[in-house]
């Protein structure tokens, strides 16, 4: 069972263009972080979310966590080449282990 | 500072052949995790430790052992490889809870098992 569902799985776009990522649950989680990978790196964290309704700015990136705290977006502005790559959301909820859902490949083309 | 550190990071093992991924933290680190990523499958939590002698099992963890002797090491043992564990294997340190701490991950190991 994949309790966290990201959307879409891949996106591929101009440079400039605004584009949303979606991570959604029916289970509701302590805290949600969202992460960005590179082609042969170990994730980074990005940001972590803990208050219903909570958004958070990133200079061009703006996440935001559900009230209900079953789900989050990750809005990306003008994005750039440089923001090419894998984007995972993890959920907490017992508190000892972190849920990934499977990401989204994100393509961006100058 | 090293951060992570995961040893080796590729490896190509025959079916039934055992080994061991290492991993170090020089971070002072209490919560220590394994991952596995697949395509198409995200991370995967395979064991996970919260202080030296403390492990427990994530989501996926037959095939695989650990065990946590000192609070920087966290080794991942594979006891007879199966095909079905070729993938990249991520292991992660936090100073505490992963709730409300950042988590660092190392660079990766790339297992091949043929």
């Known amino acids: 069972t994949q309790l966290l569902e990201q959307s879409p799985q891949f996106l591929s776009i101009q440079e400039g263009e605004n584009l949303t990522v979606y991570c959604n649950s029916s289970?509701?989680?302590?805290?949600l972080q969202w992460y960005r990978q590179e082609p042969g790196e170990g994730p980074v964290l990005l940001v972590t979310?803990?208050?219903?309704?909570e958004v958070k700015k990133l200079k061009r990136l703006t996440f935001q966590f559900g009230d209900a705290r079953k789900d989050s977006s990750l809005h990306i502005t003008a994005a750039q080449p440089g923001d090419t790559g894998l984007y995972l959301c993890a959920g907490n909820q017992a508190g000892t282990a972190l849920i990934f859902g499977k990401g989204t490949t994100l393509s961006v083309s100058s | 500072n090293a951060g992570v550190t995961q040893t080796p990071k590729f490896q190509v093992l025959k079916t039934g052949q055992s080994m061991t991924l290492q991993c170090a933290q020089d971070?002072?680190?209490?919560?220590m995790s394994w991952y596995r990523q697949d395509p198409g499958m995200g991370l995967r939590l395979i064991h996970y430790?919260?202080?030296?002698?403390?492990?427990d099992q994530g989501e996926v963890p037959n095939g695989y052992n650990v065990s946590r002797s000192t609070t920087e090491d966290f080794p991942l043992r594979l006891l007879s490889a199966a095909p079905s564990q070729t993938s990249v294997y991520f292991c992660?340190?936090?100073?505490?809870?992963?709730?409300?701490?950042?988590?660092?991950f190392g660079e990766g190991s790339w297992l091949t098992v043929v």
């Open positions: 289970s509701v989680f302590s805290s």
């Open positions: 979310v803990v208050t219903g309704g």
């Open positions: 992660a340190s936090s100073y505490g809870r992963p709730s409300g701490n950042t988590i660092y």
């Open positions: 971070m002072n680190h209490e919560y």
């Open positions: 430790s919260v202080g030296a002698g403390i492990t």
